[in-house]
């Protein structure tokens, strides 16, 4: 079982990024898929996740209409697109499983572990 993170780099204010998780082992289609981050010197995050039942998407309001989470099941992979970069984005990103499905009240954002953790990928955005 194995998830890599791929993708990140060196960008400017206001440019995009598109992270992939490339997931092997597994058919990622039966899990729920998270992206968090992490900052030097500071917590990690939960950015966005995606729900393996029906695909829901949830977003840290940081970056709502910022960031588009996706999958594509033939490709077993889920992506993190991530547009109008800030320095504040800049950290390194993770992608993540888990076997539960989300819901409103309990996802990546608060109320659900996730089991299984890739390399991350790093993120820096700066002029």
């Known amino acids: 079982v194995q998830l890599q993170a791929s993708g990140g780099g060196l960008v400017q204010p206001g440019g995009s990024l598109k992270l992939s998780c490339a997931a092997s082992?597994?058919?990622?289609?039966?899990?729920?898929i998270g992206w968090f981050r992490q900052a030097p010197g500071k917590e990690r995050e939960a950015v966005s996740c995606?729900?393996?039942?029906?695909?829901?998407?949830y977003y840290a309001d940081s970056v709502k209409g910022q960031f588009t989470i996706s999958r594509d099941k033939d490709k077993n992979t889920a992506y993190l697109q991530m547009d109008n970069l800030k320095p504040e984005d800049s950290a390194t990103y993770y992608c993540?499983?888990?076997?539960?499905?989300?819901?409103?009240?309990?996802?990546?954002?608060?109320?659900?572990?996730?089991?299984?953790w890739g390399q991350g990928t790093l993120v820096t955005v700066s002029s």
């Open positions: 993540a499983r888990t076997g539960y499905y989300m819901t409103p009240s309990t996802n990546c954002l608060g109320g659900r572990t996730f089991e299984d």
């Open positions: 082992g597994f058919r990622l289609a039966i899990y729920s």
């Open positions: 995606i729900s393996y039942r029906d695909g829901t998407k």
